[in-house]
Each structure stands twice: as C-alpha cells, then as structure tokens.
C-alpha cells in the first residue's frame, strides 16, 4: 500500500482513539443529540477528557461547560459537532481555526436535502481539508470503539445492550442500518468493539474506514455496508491493506445506477452497469459479498476463527441421512468440494457400523450415540480423509443434556489434535452449551445450510488470500487518440496499433473497388456500411455476409447505400467496407469507463444478442493475460471455445492476449477514451480476431 494512503487511513486515529473529546452543542438532557454521546461515555467509563460547550449552561450531566470553543481548558483532538445546521459549517471553521484534528458532525440538513445544503457541505469540506482536520459526516450517526468507553453516537440502540468483546469492526454508510448490524450481532452474542457510520462522507468514507480497520490490531474482520463508493482509488488502497492484512472484508452493497450518458451507444457500458464494476472490484480483492444481515453476521463470525482455506474442500459428519443430502445440495449450489472419503477408512467405518453411510456425508446414524466412543472413532476417521473444513450436524442431540457433557470432550480432543481445520458444528443447545463450544474454537450454527453458505465463503475469501500476484498488463507501443470521433477503420488501425488483431478489409468507394478488393482478399467476404454515425450497423442492415462472388458485392453495395439512405438518412456515409468472412465462436469484448473505478474492461458471449445473453466477466483495467484468461474460463460460454461437442479448441493465449492489451489500451489511453466494442470476436483454433470495432471519445 501506498504511503499516502496509509497515512490517510491513519489520519482517522484521532477520530477513533482520541485523549479528549468536545461536544458543541452539548445537553444535559440524555436524550437529546447532544446528550446522549455525553451520557454513554460516563457510563462506560471513557478515559479521556469530556468537554461541553454550551454557551447556556455552566454544567452538564455533572461535567463543567464552557461557553465556547476558545475557553476550553485544552485543545481537544476531536469535536462532536450537534449544532443547528446553520451554525454547523461556523463550528467546523472553529475547529480548523483551533488546531482540532477530528470533527464527527452529526447534524444533518446539508447535502441530503439539495443544492443550498450540499453547497454548504462542500465548504464544510474544503475548511477540514486546509486544515488537515478529518471530518466525519455531516448528517451520521457517529461511531463508537467500546474497548476505550467512546460512544461520540446519539443511537438509542444501547438501551438494549452494550457492544460485546469481540473482533468484528463495523463500517456502515448507513447510521441507521450500522447499528442495526451491532444490535443484531450483539442479540447472537457476536462482539462488535468498533462502528463507524460515515452519513453524508464529506471527507472521511467508507473506504477509510475500512483502511483504518485494516491497520487496527483490535480488529481481525471487517462487516462494511455501502451504498456506493466516491473514490475507486481509494476503496482500491483500503481493500489492499485488508488483503494484505489476511483480514476479511464481509460486505452488503446495495443501490444500482447506470453509467452514463456519455458512453450509452456501447454495447458493453449498458451491460457493465456500475453494480457490475463493484462487484468486479471487490471480487478482485477477495471481499465476501453477503445478501442479507443475517449472511452478513453468518461470514463474519466464521471468519473470526482466522482459518481461511486456500483449496477448500468439506467434510460432513452427520447423525441426519436427511441432514447429509441437504448439506451435499447446499454445497454444490455453493461451489464446495465434497470428495469421498478414503476407501480404508470408509472400511473401518462399516466394521464398527454396518449400516452406516460412509463415503461423504458420513452418515454415522444415531447409533454411535449408544457408544460415545464411537463417535470419537467417526469424528477422527472424518477429519482424516484431509478435509480443510469438518462440518458436524448433530442437531438436537449435540445440545441433550444426557449427552453433551461427554460429547464435549471429544470434540475438545479433536480440536486440538487439528488447529488447523475448520470446524463448524451445527447443533441446537442452549447458549452457554454453545459458547462452550465456540471457546474450544468450534464455529455453531443452527441451521446447517447458512453454515455452508459461510464456509463457501470463507473459502473464496481463502483463495484470494493464497492467490499469488497476477502478471503485468502487457506493454503497448505509443500511440495517440485522435481529435475527432473514429469510424471502424479508423478504430480498427488504433487497434492494430497496440497489437489486437482485426479482419483483413478495405474501405471502398465504388462498386469495382469493392469487387477488387473482395477478389485480393479472398472469398467469401462481409460487406459493412462505414459510418461515423452508426454504432450498430446491424440495427440497419447495414452488415451482409457470406458474399461468394464479384455479381454479389455489385448487389450487396447498392443494397447497403439503399438501407443507409432509408434507415440511417442523416448519417455521413464514409463508404463500404469490404472485410475478410471469418469463423469461429461469437465473443465480446470491451472497455467502458466507470465514473467511480475508472476503466474496465468486459469479455462475454458476443453477437448481436450480447445484451441478452448476459455472460459477461469484467475487471477493472489494466491487468495480465492470466488475469484474462480466468476471466474467459469463468464464462458459461466457455464451454464452446473448450472444445464442446467435437468443436476444435479456440487458441485461448491469442483470446487473453486480445483482453490483456485491451486492459492496457483502457488504463493507458486516459479520460477522453469513453468505450470500445469489439463485437463480435471470432475466436477459433487459429486466431482471436476483432471483425467489429466501435470506439467512443469525449467531445
């Protein structure tokens, strides 16, 4: 990670651990905004100094008050600001103007509610910039780091509860939404030491939030909820330090837009919509996306045991037949490996019960709970097939009374003759039965099926950790983007000039041009309208294969003016291009430019239903071939250029190339560089040609 970024997420320390703390606009009411923050920290015992600033009132909630910021004994390293919107951005120049390093504004009104309060907010920026001041906010809920006793936060959550010790840091766009994921976690007796909700994010984001967890020793997972992200860069440099930290990032994105205007006539910007880009982005740096709370929790939790997979592969043990299938089905929807179990011990398991099910799920049936011994026996034969995850499901029985002091230690023994497999329990006990089993360093579920989907996860997220670093993108020669939009031609020798290969063709005039160069480049031949104007000339019927002879292309050329003239009548028709017919399997490629993550690039099934198809894999640029070529194999398409039913192989090192260079045209071409369409690309057994080119540029 950068230096620059580093010290920008260490920048929020003064908001997060700070020796003292202001409150303007400070109550004695511990109720109100300005009172609770008060109230919850003299509960729990903050260390540091607590100084109101009330020009109303001499005392608060038992503290001295101060009238106003200069009459503070000292200078405190973070501010809660509950003024009144009006006096807000006055209180935050305040600050700057006195040297403070922190402000948490929690009132709201500024860009939530339309021009004047965003234009406010930007100046409420601006000043915390010049200062050096990191601002969170305006308009959250503030955050909490319960281990010091600091709660600059007006919830009423804690009503129910403080936050539990634990390991799980929480970063949430969403006031609201954050502590709703603290409550929930608190309600399962997950422990959540540190929340911060970003609202507004003027300055500080959810991005430095995660950055500064990242480089917290008291935080080992990290549970993030976003609604979108303001500097790709940034979440980039923060996601890194997590990965680089072996700290998982658990996150809920929510929220959809669409690219842009700008770049609407590609077929790959209305494909990668921005969702799609996140998604890309935070697949590439092993975030775990969860679709719901209670997912959310599921992963974070089983991430606290710190064990991570690299080539995951599940062990099932089970006193349920009807458990087993429903575990085997859950992992097969969630891409685990459940390989059978060794022959030998599948024979030792039969010897001490006949009718048992060994190969995996090992089904030791309900009889091995007459004999405890048997089921150290099954415990240890299962974790021996060399499974890194061990999923047990004894549902009710792990929790009977009758049973469980015994099974206990088992369990305990086994654990610590294997530190390091994951083991997961799934049982229905009481709590303290259960936090028995968690202390032995045992995962618990109830429901074996969000065990699975926990354990899928924390393999991927094992995977990205173990993954080594990809190759460089490769280097492109020089070139320059032209002044002025590009037909096909002209895009397709730009493409020729960074080393993407495309159709051998001629741009032609008049008939007995095109019948020319039909005859040097060989039959049979595709004729295109060339047309600055048209993106998509097949929209028109504006492109013909499959023309085999000298009377075709006289036809095909005057057919082709006639479709332009009636279909497209105010476009500049540059020509006719006559283009070598090639064969193969149908791709896409592309790039677009996403507002936030910069450009990305995209390869799919192709053709004219591309759109439709919908088997699209994106990365954001640059990257190497072999970047490239995962991205290829995970298409659902691939199996066509694999070889599918007798077809030749496609020559996939040309194909990986061809999106590797791309990736490098994206990132090195700069802003004015909109989209590309490469649509369709051939791929066959010989060569990855681009037959189609569209590229679009900023004005």
Same mark, same amino acid.
């Given at each position: ?112 509610? %339309? ?45 129910? %509860? ?41 300055d500080v984001t959810i991005a430095d939030a995660i950055g500064w967890m990242a480089q917290d020793e008291g935080i080992d997972v990290i549970a993030a909820y976003a609604e979108g992200f303001r500097d790709g860069d940034v979440l980039r440099a923060a996601l890194a330090a997590a990965k680089e930290a072996r ?45 719901? @709370? ?23 043990? &089970? ?28 024979? =030792?398991? =039969? ?13 030791? &049936? ?5 004999? *405890? ?14 499974? @890194? &995850? ?16 015994? *099974? ?14 994951l083991m997961v329990l799934s049982i229905l006990a009481p709590s303290p039965l259960v936090a028995q089993y968690e202390a032995l360093g045992y995962a618990v579920f109830a429901d074996p099926t969000r065990a699975v989907v926990a354990i899928g996860a924390v393999g991927r997220i094992g995977a990205a950790f ?234």
């Amino acid at each position: 990670m950068e230096a620059s970024f580093a010290g920008r997420f260490a920048g929020l320390t003064p908001l997060l651990r700070p020796r003292s703390v202001a409150v303007l606009g400070a109550s004695a009411d511990r109720l109100r905004i300005g009172g609770r923050p008060i109230a919850y920290m003299l509960d729990r015992g903050f260390g540091g100094a607590i100084l109101p600033v009330n020009p109303n009132r001499s005392e608060i909630q038992g503290l001295r008050c101060y009238a106003s910021l200069v009459e503070l004994p000292e200078r405190p390293d973070v501010a809660i600001v509950a003024v009144a919107a009006e006096r807000a951005v006055a209180a935050v120049e305040e600050l700057a103007a006195a040297g403070v390093r922190g402000a948490i504004v929690l009132t709201a009104g500024f860009a939530e509610t %339309g021009a004047e309060g965003a234009a406010a907010q930007t100046r409420m920026r601006e000043v915390a910039r010049a200062s050096g001041m990191r601002l969170l906010g305006p308009n959250c809920l503030g955050l909490f780091n319960a281990p010091i006793g600091y709660f600059p936060i007006f919830s009423a959550s804690f009503e129910g %509860g403080w936050p539990l010790p634990g390991r799980i840091g929480i970063a949430s766009q969403s006031g609201a939404f954050g502590t709703h994921l603290f409550v929930v976690a608190r309600d399962r007796g997950i422990g959540t030491p540190v929340c911060i909700t970003t609202g507004n994010e003027a300055d500080v984001t959810i991005a430095d939030a995660i950055g500064w967890m990242a480089q917290d020793e008291g935080i080992d997972v990290i549970a993030a909820y976003a609604e979108g992200f303001r500097d790709g860069d940034v979440l980039r440099a923060a996601l890194a330090a997590a990965k680089e930290a072996r700290k998982p990032v658990v996150m809920m994105k929510v929220g959809r837009s669409a690219l842009g205007q700008a770049a609407a006539s590609s077929h790959t910007a209305a494909i990668a919509a921005d969702d799609r880009v996140a998604e890309a982005v935070l697949a590439e740096y092993g975030v775990a996306r969860a679709a719901s @709370t209670e997912e959310l929790l599921d992963i974070a939790y089983l991430a606290t045991r710190r064990l991570y997979p690299a080539a995951s592969t599940l062990g099932v043990l &089970t006193v349920s037949g009807g458990g087993g299938v429903l575990i085997a089905d859950a992992a097969e929807a969630n891409g685990i490996a459940m390989p059978p179990m060794p022959a030998a011990a599948q024979a =030792r398991l =039969r010897a001490l019960i006949p009718f048992c099910a060994p190969a995996n799920p090992v089904d030791c &049936t309900a009889q091995v709970f007459n004999d *405890l011994a048997t089921v150290g026996t099954f415990l240890e034969e299962t974790v021996a097939g060399g499974y @890194t &995850t061990l999923l047990i499901f004894f549902s009710q029985v792990g929790g009977a009374p009758s049973i469980a002091p015994r *099974l206990h230690d088992h369990l305990a023994a086994l654990r610590a003759r294997h530190p390091d497999v994951l083991m997961v329990l799934s049982i229905l006990a009481p709590s303290p039965l259960v936090a028995q089993y968690e202390a032995l360093g045992y995962a618990v579920f109830a429901d074996p099926t969000r065990a699975v989907v926990a354990i899928g996860a924390v393999g991927r997220i094992g995977a990205a950790f173990a993954a080594p670093p990809p190759a460089p993108a490769p280097a492109l020669p020089a070139f320059a983007l032209p002044a002025e939009h590009l037909s096909e031609p002209a895009a397709k020798q730009l493409l020729r000039r960074v080393g993407i290969a495309v159709s051998a063709e001629e741009v032609c005039q008049t008939e007995a041009q095109a019948e020319a160069a039909a005859r040097q480049i060989g039959w049979p031949v595709v004729m295109k309208i060339v047309s600055p104007d048209i993106a998509h000339k097949s929209e028109i019927g504006g492109v013909v294969t499959g023309i085999t002879s000298p009377g075709d292309v006289v036809r095909t050329h005057a057919l082709l003016l006639e479709r332009a003239a009636a279909r497209a009548p105010h476009a500049r028709i540059d020509g006719i291009l006559v283009a070598r017919h090639h064969s193969g399997v149908e791709l896409i490629m592309g790039l677009a430019r996403d507002p936030v993550f910069g450009p990305v690039a995209m390869v799919g099934a192709g053709g004219i239903f591309a759109e439709i198809m919908d088997d699209v894999a994106l990365r954001s640029c640059p990257f190497g071939a072999d970047t490239a070529q995962a991205m290829i194999r995970s298409l659902r398409c691939f199996a066509l250029l694999n070889g599918a039913r007798g077809r030749e192989r496609a020559d996939l090192g040309a194909l990986a190339m061809m999106l590797a260079r791309l990736s490098a045209l994206g990132a090195a071409a700069g802003p004015r560089l909109l989209a590309v369409d490469l649509n369709p690309v051939i791929a066959s057994a010989d060569e990855a040609v681009a037959v189609d080119a569209v590229i679009v540029l900023r004005e």
